[in-house]
């Protein structure tokens, strides 16, 4: 159970030392518990005592969905990498030669996809600035370095390289007056997501330090936090040090006249099962902040209908607005966790037919890809030829905004950049 001082639940990591006995735990053998540890030095591996208490199901464990969502599966990696590492582990390999091998796997695993470095870094006085990307108009997104590590990773993560210790692989900024000129200057700039890593693993007062200064710009219409915290450790909002110090920062926000959005992650209906899950999303919706929801697709995970169903109906009971349903990300280990696009589409639009008005607000199978978010409408026959139908919701290139095309069907595409344009039909928008 969570460390308790008196009534109040205290943070307990959990990473790479706690490791090895919670997958003996999941009943894996010394062989793959050891290919366990092998994927966990490529990709981060961290979760807490709330996640294992009162999450997990340790009966199905390996197979249970928030034990997956968490924790290094074997098979993870490609299976010559993984026993390339694994034999070092056990035969006590030098550091330096660890880290090395591992430094290599990890760049074949693009680590920033979607041109994020290249193509959405801005600039301020000339000078690029880190800790920010700005790839629509409307909206820059703000790396805090105090914000970058998470209660808890998701074993899909696309945003891993933050967290494997390797400064050149990581994007933060500690600059509050440099958010605070860029948006000042950028009047078509009307909403800022601060995002990492998780933003509420700062205490309310660093976090006040980069919002605060944003609340007396005019153009400045929304203040977005991305955030699993509500998922993986609800007592941030409830019974934390600081916890009451949060919340009025977030009263704050929406008193200054602007919209407060809490992006909250929810990956699987188990995570809103408990009593303090649904106290803090009480909590932080007593605020006056919306709470909207999102997570990718994950193959073993939340690849059921039914899971999304019952997550969305669950979260309009609770007064949250379902979002987006996501497609796994061309990064880290992608080729484990994705699901097909005709398969994906398959499993929203059952999920979708389920839910009332009230949860249809939410938008997917969307991918989050270089020219824009591309939503999956559906699949059909064009002009004799079996065909997805796709529009972007956002874009680089407003042009694009709301522009329905067509790309040949494939049964294994799983991300833009693996379809083709239909024949007869024009190029695939925002690939040319």
């Given at each position: 159970m969570a460390v308790q001082n008196g009534d109040r639940p205290v943070f307990r990591a959990l990473a790479l030392p706690h490791l090895d006995a919670l997958l003996a735990r999941a009943g894996l053998d010394d062989q793959d518990r050891l290919r366990a540890r092998a994927v966990a030095e490529v990709l981060p591996f961290r979760t807490n005592s709330y996640v294992v208490d009162e999450l997990i199901d340790w009966r199905a464990a390996p197979d249970d969905p928030i034990y997956r969502l968490v924790f290094p599966q074997p098979d993870m990696l490609p299976r010559a990498d993984v026993d390339r590492i694994a034999t070092m582990l056990r035969e006590g390999a030098p550091a330096d030669r660890l880290r090395a091998d591992v430094h290599e796997l990890r760049l074949r695993l693009n680590p920033h996809p979607s041109g994020q470095r290249d193509l959405n870094t801005p600039m301020l006085d000339g000078v690029p600035t880190e800790g920010m990307q700005h790839k629509y108009a409307e909206t820059l997104l703000f790396f805090p370095r105090q914000g970058q590590t998470c209660h808890a990773y998701c074993s899909y993560c696309f945003r891993w390289p933050q967290f494997?210790?390797?400064?050149?692989?990581?994007?933060?900024?500690?600059?509050?007056?440099?958010?605070?000129?860029?948006?000042?200057?950028?009047?078509?700039?009307?909403?800022?997501?601060?995002?990492?890593?998780?933003?509420?693993?700062?205490?309310?007062?660093?976090?006040?330090?980069?919002?605060?200064?944003?609340?007396?710009?005019?153009?400045?219409?929304?203040?977005?936090?991305?955030?699993?915290?509500?998922?993986?450790?609800?007592?941030?909002?409830?019974?934390?040090?600081?916890?009451?110090?949060?919340?009025?920062?977030?009263?704050?926000?929406?008193?200054?006249?602007?919209?407060?959005?809490?992006?909250?992650?929810?990956?699987?209906?188990?995570?809103?099962?408990?009593?303090?899950?649904?106290?803090?999303?009480?909590?932080?919706?007593?605020?006056?902040?919306?709470?909207?929801?999102?997570?990718?697709?994950?193959?073993?995970?939340?690849?059921?209908?039914?899971?999304?169903?019952?997550?969305?109906?669950?979260?309009?009971?609770?007064?949250?607005?379902?979002?987006y349903m996501f497609v796994e990300r061309d990064t880290g280990p992608q080729d484990y966790f994705a699901v097909p696009l005709g398969r994906a589409y398959d499993l929203?639009?059952?999920?979708?037919?389920?839910?009332?008005?009230?949860?249809?607000?939410?938008?997917?199978?969307?991918?989050?890809?270089?020219?824009?978010?591309?939503?999956?409408?559906?699949?059909?026959?064009?002009?004799?030829?079996?065909?997805?139908?796709?529009?972007?919701?956002?874009?680089?290139?407003?042009?694009?905004?709301?522009?329905?095309?067509?790309?040949?069907?494939d049964p294994d595409a799983r991300w833009l950049t693996d379809l083709k344009p239909l024949d007869g039909a024009g190029a695939l928008l925002g690939l040319s």
């Open positions: 494997v210790g390797e400064p050149d692989l990581k994007m933060a900024s500690g600059d509050a007056e440099a958010l605070r000129s860029y948006v000042a200057s950028h009047p078509e700039l009307t909403s800022v997501l601060i995002t990492g890593g998780d933003p509420l693993i700062m205490s309310s007062s660093v976090l006040a330090r980069y919002v605060e200064p944003l609340l007396d710009i005019p153009h400045l219409e929304s203040v977005r936090i991305g955030t699993k915290a509500l998922s993986y450790w609800p007592h941030r909002v409830l019974t934390d040090p600081d916890a009451d110090g949060l919340l009025r920062l977030f009263e704050r926000v929406v008193q200054s006249g602007r919209n407060l959005a809490l992006m909250a992650h929810y990956s699987h209906p188990r995570e809103l099962e408990t009593a303090v899950a649904e106290q803090a999303l009480r909590r932080v919706q007593s605020t006056g902040a919306v709470v909207r929801c999102q997570a990718p697709l994950i193959r073993g995970v939340n690849d059921r209908a039914e899971d999304w169903a019952v997550m969305w109906r669950r979260l309009v009971a609770l007064g949250a607005v379902p979002y929203f639009r059952e999920a979708y037919a389920q839910i009332s008005g009230l949860a249809r607000t939410v938008r997917g199978p969307i991918m989050s890809a270089t020219p824009g978010k591309v939503q999956v409408d559906g699949v059909a026959d064009v002009a004799g030829q079996r065909a997805f139908v796709l529009h972007y919701v956002q874009a680089r290139d407003p042009e694009l905004v709301g522009r329905p095309f067509f790309a040949a069907y």
